[in-house]
């Protein structure tokens, strides 16, 4: 693929295409509404249910005395507009396209959710009992292994629930009592209340606000981002995760993402002390607000630091960890399945690479480098799967950027390893692969070779290992608990595995770039679009 170089000048951009590209994707977006809420054309929802009652329960999927910090339940929210899972009658309603609530501390919350403005809209909270969660992963695996697993569930129904949304450009938050809660936690079987609630009802509270004060606003928004008040960006506490919304990428095209950040049990604001900051992209169907949650069903990072009695320390107490939730195809007015990181169209040569997404990236890791003591040259990029290509790309087109760089279980199949390899050597950029040798979706091979192209003809001498196992669990493509589990995880004997769990964290934390940067972004030329190298 023709790459861009940048000379000096902001407005210079060499390979430039021969039309402009700044109109074809503004027009792109807008037509596909690819940028969700942020051109006012429909209402946001949220919602809120108390859980205090509840908070010293344990949560699901805890195991050797260990608490996993997701809530006594897992709750979802399934309803009648297309971001809930329906689009009509009850009958409708999919479970599997509802939204997932988070759990923070004494409630559950949604993510800013788009419905129709002005209408009339109709959900039910449902408590999930999925019996194999705690130890499947079927976001990794096959179609037929994640139907095995999530047929395996009960759902417990709360009673209706029957709002109306505000106008354009506005947010009505509806905030459930605990009782709800409580009913949904007791629940010995599938049923459904005949209580209704609405705006009426003495126990609900709703507010209404613009939409601005549910989204945190990248650079490209703002007339001067010297530097951001800490009031602007969410904050969770201390060994904590939070989610939120995050509008951002170039003035012609901004594009929202739903992400979550972590922050270690050390992390003081007020400390003078810079943490290292890893950005982690998930794998494909993967999402944090429905079916194939990575807080329930799998072994990333994201999951373990919760309280996981499989997280290394290395992981849990070193990291700031910035995770944004990939935009689906449904959401980016796309083909293909699930949508993929920094690319549009299906898997394959042909899949045109999304410019803009790279650009709300940027945004993203800028922005929260402004807000938290980040230590810019200590950034390092982890993927899996459909992540790892994701790492690959952004690593090879941001060179100089981050500290390490590594990729699970990834593939590359959008142009030639070589063009990757050529940009890859040309920066000394430790990498650390992870691939079992029987896995048959995404080749080993074809990484193997990959890593060796890098070793042998950087002319910097660069780090990189590439660590081969057999996957004796899953279909040979589920290597999370190789890279991720903490040492002492290894299973002995026939079948057994060795993970690398404090050995990769450690290394990762010890990891120093150039830390460069950019000093500005330009709506000039999105198409051919890489970040400059000059320092900030």
Same mark, same amino acid.
């Given at each position: 693929?023709?790459?861009?170089s ?17 109109d ?15 051109k ?9 249910l ?9 949560s ?6 260990h ?13 009648s ?27 559950w919350?949604?993510?800013l ?44 129904? #709360?009673g209706? =629930? *029957? &709002? ?11 905030t459930? %009592?605990?009782? /709800? ?18 705006e ?8 209404i ?17 010297s ?13 904590r995760?939070?989610?939120?919304s ?13 992400v ?22 998930? #794998?494909?169907? =993967? *999402? &944090?607000?429905?079916?194939?949650n ?6 990333t990072? %994201?999951?373990? /630091? ?21 935009l689906?195809s449904?959401?980016?007015?796309d ?19 999304d ?13 929260v ?11 390092s ?12 790309q ?24 070589d063009?990757?390899?050529?940009r ?5 950029l ?23 192209r890098?070793?042998?003809h950087?002319?910097?001498?660069a ?5 081969s196992f057999?996957?004796t ?18 299973k ?20 120093s ?9 330009t709506?000039t ?7 400059p190298?000059?320092?900030?």
């Open positions: 693929m023709e790459q861009q940048w000379n000096g000048n902001r407005n210079d951009w060499q390979n430039q295409s021969a039309w402009s590209t700044k074809k994707w503004a027009d792109f977006y807008e037509m596909q509404e690819y940028t969700i809420l942020t006012n054309s429909s209402a946001g929802l949220v919602i809120k108390q859980g205090n009652d509840l908070a010293h329960i344990a699901p999927g805890s195991r050797a005395g608490r996993l910090d997701l809530g006594p339940m897992r709750v979802r929210v399934v309803g507009v297309e971001s809930l899972g329906g689009a009509g009658s009850r009958k409708t309603w999919l479970l599997e396209e509802g939204k997932d609530l988070m759990w923070n501390t004494d409630h919350i949604t993510s959710l788009r419905v129709p403005p002005n209408t009339t809209v109709e959900f039910c909270l449902c408590n999930i009992w999925q019996w194999k969660e705690a130890n499947h992963a079927p976001g990794l695996q096959s179609a037929v292994d994640r139907e095995r697993c999530h047929s395996s569930r009960r759902v417990i129904w #709360s209706l =629930c *029957r &709002f109306t949304t505000p106008r354009k450009g506005q947010v009505l938050q509806v459930l %009592p605990a009782s /709800v809660a409580g009913s949904l936690y007791r629940g010995r079987r599938s049923h459904s209340s005949a209580e209704v609630f609405t009426d009802s003495h126990t609900v509270q709703t507010t606000s613009s939409i601005e004060e549910h989204i945190v606003q990248g650079r490209a928004g703002r007339a001067s981002w530097s951001l008040p800490w009031q602007v960006f969410p904050l969770p506490a201390a060994g995760q939070c989610s939120f995050f509008r951002g990428g170039q003035k012609c095209c901004e594009l929202m993402l739903n979550n950040l972590y922050v270690p049990p050390g992390f003081d604001p007020n400390e003078d002390k810079d943490w290292p900051l890893m950005l982690f992209l998930h #794998s494909q169907h =993967c *999402r &944090f607000d429905g079916d194939l990575l807080h329930y069903e799998s072994d990072p %994201p999951r373990l /630091v919760l309280g996981d009695s499989r997280c290394p320390e290395s992981l849990r107490n070193n990291f700031i960890i910035l995770s944004p939730q990939n689906s449904r959401e980016r007015g083909i293909g399945g699930d949508g993929m990181w920094l690319r549009r169209g299906e898997f394959g040569k042909d899949a045109e690479y410019y803009p997404a790279e650009a709300v990236i940027w945004d993203l890791i800028e922005t480098k402004q807000s938290l003591p980040i230590d810019r040259t200590r950034i990029l982890v993927g899996t799967s459909m992540g790892g290509q994701g790492a690959l952004l690593a090879s087109r941001w060179p100089g950027f981050f500290a390490a760089c590594v990729p699970v279980a990834a593939h590359f199949e959008f142009e030639p390893l063009a990757v390899a050529l890859l050597v040309q920066e000394a430790p990498m650390w692969f992870f691939h079992a040798v029987n896995d048959h979706i995404c080749s080993h091979s074809a990484m193997q070779g990959l890593a060796r890098i070793r042998h950087s002319p910097y001498n780090e990189v290992h590439f660590t057999y996957d669990w899953s279909s040979g493509h589920h290597a999370d608990r190789i890279p991720f589990w903490k040492n002492e995880m290894t002995d004997g026939p079948g057994g595995w060795r993970c690398f769990g404090d050995d990769l964290f450690e290394w990762l934390a010890t990891q770039g150039p830390g460069l940067t950019c000093r500005s972004l709506p030329v999105v198409e051919k679009w890489t970040p190298r000059s320092h900030q």
